[in-house]
């Protein structure tokens, strides 16, 4: 992806992603960070197709987003791109195995059997699956919609702040699980995250600030993570 | 995604209850007018056909007179039949029985000196017919009339002023005619043909009080040997008939008097309760409409999840109709349920207010059904579409962000458009209200609509300030509770605008009723206080054929205290070969009690042969004074009235 995304026209204008050019590799774990306001959501909103760049290219598995119509990129979100939000954001009237086969049922695709089991082994969540999400923890809430990114097999999951709204004995097993769908199961797992102890179970770190990628780290300890970011802000202070 | 819908409005149930509610109004209304219309239509029906089942043919004068199609007060008379005709039929091969028939007005007294029977229903005099073939009148009590003053009574109508077996009373044909009661009789096991009264005399006595004509007849029911058909009956008639006169069959006249009732008056009453039922249903549309954007701005993170995890803008926008359509559809059916006990309601209204209306059970068709929830359905999906389409415009990346505060409503075109709207509508309204001219209530009615759609478009333009001005003594009665209503009005002003709306078609409907009722009866005050210049107007109590004996004028006129006084009195008749209601009076008179500003020629000594018309009539027909118009009256000829078409000449 290059890619450069402006708010606003004029003085006025934001430059949240300012002339980046990103990859994210296939089957791996890759985590965005950054203050905030340096723009890794935007980034993210932008490679996911859920808004638009105001030049460069975004590609997902080599098709281009810019030149997508609203039912192309429709297409796209139901067969290639899963999202966990930090808000689960899971439909409150449906119980958690109709959650988990939302994405299935509106792209009109009857779950692989096989493949739901598995995923829902995955997430540990076989005996909750009558539940409504009113009746979940906070943590089996987001695993359910873990489970509802994975389901449909995309080629990429996009997890903005998945551990924002979660303990951190819940975070750390939503984040196994992540980590878990990327070693065992070959996903693309694309993380928003500002906690060091999240990007820490990711295969690499991007670090950005102002719209710019300032720092690259792969196989990251977390605290090599919180080394890099003390840089950060010590150079954005300054 | 259906589930989805249909899980999403269980959730919501207090939200939609209410919609539901306006559509079954609506619905209900709707339905209780079809099924009550129905119900009478089957009641006259079965009523007509049992009336006449042993009548297989019917002769009676070809010559009808129907002024304002019918409807109304002497809107219509037919001819009268020679009593000769009943030998000419007797005579006929194949007549097993016929019956000689008279029926027209009269007026029962009862005990206490007033009118028996309620405004609207008939009140017959007629010949007691003592085949019971030929009519649905039973003896219930005492016997049949023998003499001319004898007569029978319904029971409904004996009860209702007091009379028994053996009492003294009036029968006014309009004449005054003192009568005794000598039986009681019941329609079929009824008390009487719905609230009608019935009176009857002997054949002498019906020629002599209810005609004032002996020798004539109103017609003749005839019934066929075994093995003649009803028409070949007529057949075998026909011919032997004089010029003028026909013969029916029984099944005819059955269909043509059940028609005549439903076109005059069922077709009325349906038009007036559906006005109210389109009136339901739009303010229903308004609350509809309210609630489910309502809904759908509740639901935008919800939406945008959707679009998120790879709905397409269809799926969104069908997840919406969804709702409306069960909405629409559980309402509707509840609302035709609704509806029957509307139908028994209005049934029992009109029975407490003296309007009995001869409806024995409830005929619920299928088409009434149809007809309820298709409507029921069409306002709720309608209404539903807008929002739906707002709904599948949220974009996926609404899900991750804080949903935006509704600003619409305040743009420019739409202050422009709804101010030109309004505007134009109210001008539209004035200058057709103060102008007059053609079409005035075509022009009054676009007005109106124009002027309402203007305020609909531009409602969410003043809705902020409106909430603003009027909220704003409300901080200070009601405190923190006052200042936040207040907040809520102005927040979303499209929202406060649609409810203002709904009541405004409401006070609308209100203000219509009030300022109709009020300007007709000021048109009335205003065109008796300028064109009546006597003192005393002497009126029958009610409408329909009611009158006064032709006598009473002069009686009245007789009295030393009155100096001049005139009778009025009112026919169909042919004019011009076009059915019309005329006025007769004595000319002379007239001009003294009333001012009907004379514009050309004379009233006063209008003759036998001349008519006088209003300069409209004049203007409409092309008539000037001294134009030859060619006027009939019912039976063409009737005995002491000149045949011939005379010249009459407008003034």
Not at chain 2, 7 to 16: C, E, H, I, S, V
Not at chain 2, 291 to 302: K, L, P
Not at chain 2, 424 to 430: D, I, N, P, S
Request: aromatic letters at 4%; glycine letters at 12%; hydrophobic letters at 45%.
């Amino acid at each position: 992806m290059h890619a450069t995304k402006v708010y606003g026209s004029g003085d006025t204008a934001v430059r949240a992603l300012d002339d980046v050019t990103v990859d994210f590799p296939a089957g791996r774990f890759t985590a965005i960070m950054g203050p905030s306001g340096s723009g890794k959501s935007t980034l993210m909103h932008c490679v996911a197709g859920l808004d638009t760049l105001t030049s460069g290219h975004a590609y997902i598995g080599g098709v281009e987003l810019s030149g997508l119509s609203d039912r192309e990129l429709t297409l796209l979100r139901r067969k290639r791109v899963g999202f966990v939000f930090q808000a689960y954001n899971l439909i409150p009237t449906l119980t958690a195995a109709e959650n988990i086969a939302l994405p299935l049922r509106l792209a009109g695709a009857a779950p692989d059997p096989d493949w739901f089991r598995m995923v829902i082994d995955t997430v540990g969540l076989a005996d909750r699956l009558t539940h409504r999400p009113a009746e979940l923890s906070g943590g089996q809430q987001q695993r359910v919609a873990v489970a509802r990114a994975l389901v449909g097999r995309p080629s990429v999951v996009f997890a903005d702040e998945p551990t924002g709204n979660v303990d951190s004995r819940a975070g750390a097993e939503i984040l196994d699980f992540l980590r878990h769908a990327v070693r065992e199961l070959g996903q693309t797992v694309v993380m928003v995250t500002h906690d060091a102890a999240a990007a820490s179970y990711s295969d690499s770190v991007l670090f950005l600030s102002d719209g710019r990628i300032v720092d690259r780290l792969d196989r990251p300890t977390q605290s090599g993570i919180l080394d890099r970011l003390r840089v950060l802000e010590a150079d954005s202070s300054c | 995604m259906l589930t989805l819908s249909l899980k999403g409005l269980l959730a919501r149930k207090r939200r939609l209850a209410g919609t539901a509610l306006a559509v079954f109004l609506g619905v209900a209304f709707l339905a209780g007018t079809l099924v009550l219309s129905d119900t009478l239509r089957a009641s006259f029906d079965t009523l007509f056909a049992s009336a006449n089942a042993g009548t297989d043919a019917v002769v009676r004068n070809a010559a009808e007179v129907q002024a304002d199609g019918g409807r109304g007060p002497a809107a219509r008379e037919r001819g009268l039949l020679r009593a000769s005709v009943v030998d000419t039929v007797r005579g006929v091969d194949g007549v097993a029985g016929l019956a000689p028939q008279i029926q027209g007005y009269g007026e029962l007294v009862g005990k206490d000196g007033k009118a028996v029977g309620g405004n609207g229903p008939p009140r017959i005099a007629a010949n007691w017919v003592t085949d019971p073939a030929f009519t649905a009148y039973r003896l219930a009590e005492g016997r049949a009339p023998a003499a001319d003053d004898e007569v029978v009574v319904n029971r409904a109508a004996a009860r209702d002023g007091g009379l028994r077996v053996g009492d003294t009373t009036t029968v006014q044909t309009p004449e005054p005619v003192r009568v005794r009661v000598v039986g009681i009789v019941t329609w079929g096991t009824a008390d009487g043909f719905g609230r009608a009264t019935y009176t009857g005399f002997t054949l002498a006595g019906a020629e002599r009080h209810v005609l004032h004509k002996p020798g004539w007849l109103s017609s003749i029911a005839v019934r066929a040997d075994a093995g003649v058909s009803q028409q070949q009956l007529v057949d075998r008639i026909r011919p032997l008939l004089p010029p003028g006169v026909e013969a029916l069959t029984g099944k005819q006249v059955t269909d043509e008097t059940t028609r005549d009732v439903t076109e005059q008056f069922l077709a009325v009453f349906r038009a007036f309760l559906l006005v109210f039922a389109g009136i339901a249903l739009l303010v229903a549309t308004f609350s509809i409409h309210n609630t489910f954007t309502i809904v759908v701005a509740q639901r935008t993170r919800e939406s945008a999840l959707l679009r998120a995890l790879g709905a397409g803008r269809a799926q969104v926008f069908g997840s919406v109709l969804a709702e409306a359509v069960a909405v629409g559809l559980l309402a509707s059916a509840a609302g035709v349920v609704g509806g029957l006990g509307i139908a028994a309601l209005l049934k029992a209204v009109f029975t407490k207010l003296g309007f009995a209306l001869p409806a024995s059970g409830l005929v619920l068709t299928g088409t009434t059904v149809a007809v309820s929830m298709l409507v029921g359905l069409l306002v709720t999906v309608l209404a539903g579409v807008a929002p739906a389409v707002k709904a599948s415009r949220v974009p996926p990346l609404a899900a991750m962000r804080a949903v935006a505060v509704d600003r619409t409503g305040a743009s420019l075109p739409r202050a422009v458009a709804g101010a030109v709207l309004a505007v134009a509508g109210m001008l539209t309204v004035l200058s057709a209200v103060t102008g007059g001219g053609q079409g005035v209530l075509v022009r009054a009615g676009a007005g109106a609509v124009l002027t309402l759609l203007g305020v609909v478009v531009f409602g969410p333009v003043v809705a902020r300030l409106a909430s603003r001005l009027i909220g704003a003594p409300l901080p200070r009665l009601r405190g923190v509770t006052g200042s936040l209503a207040r907040e809520n009005a102005m927040r979303n002003p499209r929202r406060t605008a649609g409810t203002a709306a709904a009541l405004l078609v409401g006070v609308g409907v209100v203000t219509l009723f009030t300022v109709f009722a009020a300007s007709l009866k000021s048109s009335m005050d205003r065109s008796v206080a300028t064109s009546f210049g006597g003192d005393l107007a002497v009126a029958a109590s009610s409408f329909g054929n009611a009158g006064f004996s032709p006598r009473l004028a002069a009686d009245v006129a007789g009295l030393p205290e009155v100096r001049v006084a005139t009778g009025l009195a009112k026919a169909a008749v042919t004019v011009d070969g076009v059915g019309a209601r005329v006025s007769a009076a004595d000319p002379g008179r007239l001009a003294e009690v009333l001012d009907l500003d004379v514009r050309q020629g004379s009233v006063a000594d209008l003759t036998t042969a001349q008519l006088a018309v209003s300069t409209q009539v004049a203007e409409d027909k092309g008539w000037r004074v001294g134009s030859p118009v060619p006027v009939r009256y019912a039976d063409g000829a009737p005995p002491g009235s000149p045949s011939a078409p005379s010249t009459q000449r407008p003034a």
